[in-house]
């Protein structure tokens, strides 16, 4: 009994500092989201400070184990999912710092046709979404549109990544002039006669 008590202690102890780590990342956050710290706290600082307190993956009984039930009354643990912890963190933390580029750019964009960065923020909207499939979301014809977006660069395409809510669906192009905007109906009627479908452009 003694035995047993024991190791509910030992137990109880290691949850203990598991939510205490996750809580001082949590607090770490909020108070970098509250000075209102943008570019600052990007990839580096992320690396340097809290990649370490994360695990890679975890599936998802032992969360439950750990954790118990997700309070996010939206969701559900699949308890024989595998889930990659610290892609999916790493992902909002660099998007916030793509994101802050991008306006930038867009911010000092002149109309005369400034391919320069028109090519850096094709870029970012490149790597956004690299990094949004490498946590497992996505879908296969998404991928396949922002592939083929890629070879129409000549043409007017400067960049193409997944948007939209609930695992995306729909993909923007970053487009320029008339050439730019036939090449993006191109790409839909081809996708249109592939797989025999509809596909609604907005634009």
Not at 44 to 70: H, M, Q, V
Not at 154 to 160: C, L, R, T, V, Y
Not at 170 to 193: N, Q
């Amino acid at each position: 009994m003694k035995i047993e008590n024991e190791k509910k202690i030992l137990a109880q102890k290691r949850i203990d500092e598991k939510n205490a780590t996750i809580n001082n990342f949590v607090n770490e956050v909020e108070l970098i989201h509250s000075q209102s710290v943008q570019n600052k706290y990007a990839n580096d600082d992320f690396d340097k400070n809290f990649r370490a307190l994360l695990p890679e993956k975890i599936t998802g009984i032992d969360f439950i184990s750990l954790y118990g039930d997700t309070i996010d009354l939206n969701s559900q643990i699949n308890p024989q999912t595998e889930y990659l912890v610290q892609i999916s963190t790493q992902h909002p933390v660099e998007e916030n710092a793509r994101v802050n580029k991008f306006m930038k750019l867009l911010q000092d964009f002149s109309l005369d046709q400034d391919f320069e960065k028109l090519n850096a923020m094709g870029g970012l909207m490149k790597m956004s979404h690299q990094s949004y499939s490498a946590c497992g979301l996505g879908t296969k014809r998404t991928d396949e549109i922002v592939t083929m977006a890629s070879k129409y660069l000549d043409e007017g395409i400067f960049g193409a990544k997944i948007t939209g809510g609930g695992s995306g669906g729909v993909v923007c192009l970053l487009t320029s002039g008339d050439d730019g905007r036939e090449a993006a109906l191109e790409i839909r009627t081809r996708m249109e006669k592939r797989y025999k479908t509809t596909l609604r452009f907005f634009g």
